[in-house]
């Protein structure tokens, strides 16, 4: 049963320090996705790959967050430094980004707490 | 992409059908409805989609109006796992982002 995983699952933090997480797509998936969800803006698309290439990331604050894919079977997603209103779940999907309208596959999330 | 509009809350009898409204009357020619849920504490799951059709799959059958301007969602023996957030979604052709509403809360009643 093929699933997308993230690490962590939870991370409390102090806020400056670094937090980077991890997210391995499905295999053979060639979309990754990175959405926030917080009780105040529900959810939210952060940055989207296609083939590893970033190819929109207006949802994310540039200054202090920056999203890469190393290679097709590592998504990052790295806040530096944080700060308490990035406390938040944060979601990795995949998809097969082939015509525009396929499923997107979410993993569990990445529920961080920044004090 | 469309702007829908949902009921913030509903409540069904476990068993029975739950049908699930939701309003996109802006929705244009080459826009797609999506359904996805997210039970509490997960992802986001994908349910179905279509554009004028009505669709069915294993886990529910969507309804869409003939000037596509609203839809339902249709679980058709609820049980408790099904209580959830869903989310109805307009979505073009070839845009691969997917923009969450406030969806409508499911609660199913034993």
């Known amino acids: 049963d093929a699933r997308v995983t993230q690490t962590p699952r939870h991370k409390v933090t102090e806020m400056g320090q670094e937090v980077t997480m991890r997210c391995q797509p499905i295999l053979g998936h060639n979309t990754v996705f990175w959405y926030r969800q917080t009780m105040m803006q529900g959810l939210e698309l952060l940055a989207y790959f296609r083939n590893r290439a970033p190819l929109d990331d207006s949802g994310m604050p540039k200054d202090r967050f920056s999203a890469e894919m190393p290679d097709a079977t590592l998504a990052t997603l790295k806040i530096q430094p944080s700060e308490p209103r990035d406390s938040a779940v944060y979601f990795c999907?995949?998809?097969?980004?082939?015509?525009?309208?396929?499923?997107?596959?979410f993993g569990p999330g990445t529920r961080l707490t920044v004090l | 992409d469309a702007k829908t509009t949902q009921p913030p809350s509903m409540d069904c009898a476990e068993g029975r059908a739950a049908n699930l409204p939701c309003n996109h009357s802006?929705?244009?020619?080459?826009?797609?409805v999506y359904w996805y849920r997210q039970i509490h504490s997960q992802g986001p799951q994908y349910i179905i989609h279509?554009?004028?059709n009505n669709e069915t799959n294993e886990m529910a059958s969507l309804i869409i109006t003939e000037d596509r301007k609203s839809s339902t969602l249709i679980l058709p023996h609820a049980t408790l796992r099904d209580t959830a957030v869903y989310y109805c979604?307009?979505?073009?052709?070839?845009?691969?982002?997917?923009?969450f509403g406030t969806g409508t809360r499911l609660t199913i009643i034993p």
């Open positions: 279509g554009l004028k």
């Open positions: 979604i307009v979505r073009g052709f070839g845009n691969e982002k997917l923009t």
């Open positions: 999907a995949s998809g097969k980004g082939q015509e525009g309208y396929n499923e997107q596959f």
């Open positions: 802006t929705i244009s020619g080459n826009e797609y």
